[in-house]
């Protein structure tokens, strides 16, 4: 087998012709100093001997690396985010011309001791994108800002450099699609805001469930939060629930439940069939999800808009890559997506 023909270099070049490394770099770069008939002596002999260019030594000089890092800040080593967001990223980092690399950072790792994200310690990237469910603690954020990279965050409420779903328009649009359907008793159900603090919830449940207030007051309905006093643990929802509906009279029951996710959505479906509801024709659910389809079916959904999100994310970082200033946040909105879980009730 033949031996593998070695990289060319620039001295290599330089060599073979009998010039300076200096001259040959001139050359190739297009620089005016070099003579016309030189320059084309030496761009035939790069094509002939197969030169190309380190485009890593070429990045450390300029400072440009035209790769983004997509920081996710995780709690546990198995915890996953939409792709919805990396694919939005990664579209819109490909418009801009850069391209994205990946990194993981367990949050409790971090702060017990463990090492800085390795893209922050190399700073082979030209910027910071960062995603995490819960606001990041100090060590995290003193990292960030002594990268002196520019970051822009995604999923998180901020005035500048994030983009994040409109969730409190997200909330609205379930009741807006409920009501235009007929429906009065509207319920939300979050198994987490009744017992948990403010400070341990992700923005999201806290806006969407507003959003619901909002709507409701502004129709003039009274709203009804289902959602556990105290800790269930997360397979006594389900019981929770089931027990709250059952006592229910008809005529006090909810006609129709707003969710705040899937998880939701899912102990609805399942405490309904257990008390011989059907879906729709005798409880409507609508939910907030990234996706149309939930475990296979066609439920009313407000849209997350996760690529949407990570397109902005992109494009932020893109502006602030080009602009030393701070941007105004993107506030992203949801869609509505109509399935066959809402019944439209007959005056």
């Known amino acids: 087998m033949p031996a593998k023909k070695p990289f060319i270099t620039q001295y290599d070049l330089a060599t073979r012709l009998g010039v300076g490394q200096k001259t040959v770099s001139r050359a190739l770069a297009g620089e005016p100093r070099v003579a016309p008939e030189l320059r084309a002596r030496i761009v035939a002999a790069a094509k002939k001997f ?10 450390v000089k300029s400072r440009r690396f035209d790769r983004v890092l997509f920081l996710q ?18 579209d819109g980092l490909a418009e801009i011309g850069r391209s994205l690399v990946i ?11 463990g090492p800085a994200p390795r893209g922050l310690q190399e700073m082979m990237v030209d910027g910071v994108l960062v995603h995490g469910n819960l606001d990041p603690s100090a060590q995290i954020e003193v990292v960030l800002a002594s990268s002196g990279l520019p970051v822009v965050w995604v ?36 198994g987490m805001l009744g017992f948990r603090p403010a400070v341990e919830l992700h923005y999201s449940r806290i806006q969407r469930h507003a959003g619901y207030l909002a709507a409701m007051s502004a129709v003039g309905l009274a709203p009804r939060t289902l959602s556990p006093a105290q800790d269930p643990g997360r397979d006594g929802q389900f019981e929770w629930l089931l027990s709250h509906l059952q006592v229910l009279p008809e005529r006090q029951r909810p006609t129709a439940i707003a969710c705040y996710g899937s998880y939701e959505a899912l102990t609805v479906l399942h405490a309904a069939g257990r008390l ?51 941007t105004p946040a993107v506030i992203v909105p949801f869609n509505l997506y109509s399935g066959f879980s809402v019944r439209l009730l007959t005056p």
């Not at 197969?50 to 990045?59: C, D, K, T």
């Not at 367990?106 to 001791?113: I, Y």
């Not at 005035?159 to 939300?188: Q, S």
Request: charged content about 25%; glycine content about 10%; overall charge negative.
């Open 50 to 59: 197969g030169y190309r260019p380190n485009q890593s030594a070429r990045s």
């Open 73 to 90: 800040l995780v709690e546990a080593a198995d915890q996953r985010i939409d792709s919805g967001i990396i694919d939005g990223i990664s």
């Open 155 to 190: 999923n998180r409420v901020l005035e500048h450099d994030a983009a994040y779903p409109d969730d409190h328009g997200g909330g609205r649009l379930m009741v807006e699609r409920l009501v235009a359907a007929g429906h009065r008793r509207i319920a939300w159900f979050d």
């Open 276 to 326: 011989g509801l059907r879906i729709p024709e005798d409880l409507s659910l609508i939910l907030a999800h990234h996706e149309t389809l939930v475990v296979g079916i066609r439920l009313d959904v407000a849209l997350v808009p996760s690529e949407a999100m990570g397109r902005a994310a992109a494009a932020l970082l893109g502006w602030r890559l080009a602009n030393t200033r701070r």
């Open 103 to 113: 990194e993981r950072l367990v949050v409790p790792d971090f702060l017990a001791g």
